[in-house]
């Protein structure tokens, strides 16, 4: 095999491992950002005419992965976070590669809030986030409206059948 031939194929494969690493990176985040845990907490801090903010999904997102509640993140705290969504281990080592291209192995909370690749993606995902939320707070408040509480009975079109109900 010519030395060219050897160059291109061992190029190409890098770009697919690129390519594949990247697409599971932005799966896993999109995970994240789908959770019902990162999506409840974003629908009690925002509203329907008010929706989540970048900011507001970034910080919500550092809260979902930072369970230490310290000021920085490690690669099994993204791991972790990836897991618990449904992801696999690849999934979050592909996005912790992505959290940290320059192999540092921990993340300040300043240097997430400026990460490229977050800001890059989480803006792209943020209008499909934001209907998620919506979405969240909707489905929250058909529940909540359904109680059958003693003001769901005084309220208009509120909970069927008869107060005396609520004491049997």
């Excluded at 934001?130 to 509120?158: C, F, H, I, W």
């Amino acid at each position: 095999m010519p030395v060219i031939s050897a160059v291109s194929s061992v190029s190409a494969a890098s770009s697919t491992y690129e390519a594949t690493s990247a697409a599971l990176a932005e799966s896993a985040l999109g995970s994240l950002l789908e959770s019902p845990e990162l999506l409840q907490s974003l629908a009690s801090r925002s509203f329907k005419y008010l929706p989540p903010s970048y900011t507001m999904v970034l910080s919500t997102l550092w809260g979902l992965i930072n369970v230490n509640e310290n000021s920085t993140l490690v690669q099994s705290d993204v791991e972790r976070a990836v897991r618990e969504v449904g992801g696999s281990a690849a999934d979050g080592m592909a996005l912790w590669s992505q959290m940290d291209p320059e192999y540092e192995g921990v993340i300040s909370a300043g240097d997430f809030a400026q990460n490229e690749y977050l800001t890059k993606t989480i803006t792209e995902m943020l209008e499909t986030v934001q209907e998620n939320v919506d979405q969240a707070r909707e489905e929250e408040m058909a529940k909540s409206a359904t109680s059958n509480s003693l003001l769901d009975y005084a309220a208009p079109g509120g909970a069927s059948g008869s107060i005396l109900d609520l004491f049997a």
